[in-house]
């Protein structure tokens, strides 16, 4: 099954071969990832759209992350993935205008002995409104998070989101404010 394989690269990028899923944050296995964030901006400054990951999600249940993030399958490719994603996640449909933003690695430990090991893509998108229908099966919680509250939240409690997030969030701060 495609859906449960992931891409592993170099650091560079560069396609290594395919890990099943769990076998790949099992045994911490560079992989191809991405990370979208949904924004809006209104009268008292810029939302941002994050998502509270359902309890049962094999890592960081729970927690808060930005509007969506997963793996593209084997010779898909980022926009399609993070479409695909953000309909299975949150129950987006409609059309969106991704704006890709730079490449990061990183590497993080999380709970149920698992570990974090991706190249990540950035993928912004301005809207004024979405609609959504989130499936409970992969999303417990979401909210629009403004920018002041999001960023004091993270600073004073930051073991309310994930792992990646605060790495995420720097690059998009970055990638918007050019």
Request: hydrophobic share 40%; aromatic share 8%; proline share 4%.
């Amino acid at each position: 099954m495609l859906r449960d394989q992931v891409v592993l690269v170099t650091e560079k990028g560069e396609p290594t071969g395919l890990a099943e899923k769990m076998a790949a944050h099992q045994q911490g296995l560079l992989h191809l990832a991405f990370s979208v964030m949904i924004y809006r901006e209104t009268e008292k400054g810029r939302e941002y759209l994050l998502q509270q990951r359902a309890l049962g999600k094999y890592h960081s249940g729970g927690l808060w992350t930005n509007t969506c993030c997963s793996h593209p399958m084997q010779g898909e490719s980022f926009e399609t993935a993070a479409a695909r994603r953000l309909n299975e996640e949150l129950g987006i449909a409609a059309p969106l205008q991704f704006e890709m933003g730079e490449t990061f690695c990183y590497r993080a430990e999380l709970d149920n002995n698992l570990t974090e090991h991706e190249l990540d893509q950035i993928i912004v998108c301005k809207v004024d409104d979405v609609a959504m229908t989130p499936n409970p099966e992969e999303v417990m919680g979401w909210r629009w998070w403004p920018e002041q509250e999001m960023s004091s939240t993270m600073a004073q409690s930051p073991e309310l989101f994930t792992a990646w997030f605060g790495m995420v969030v720097n690059r998009i701060e970055r990638q918007l404010a050019a």
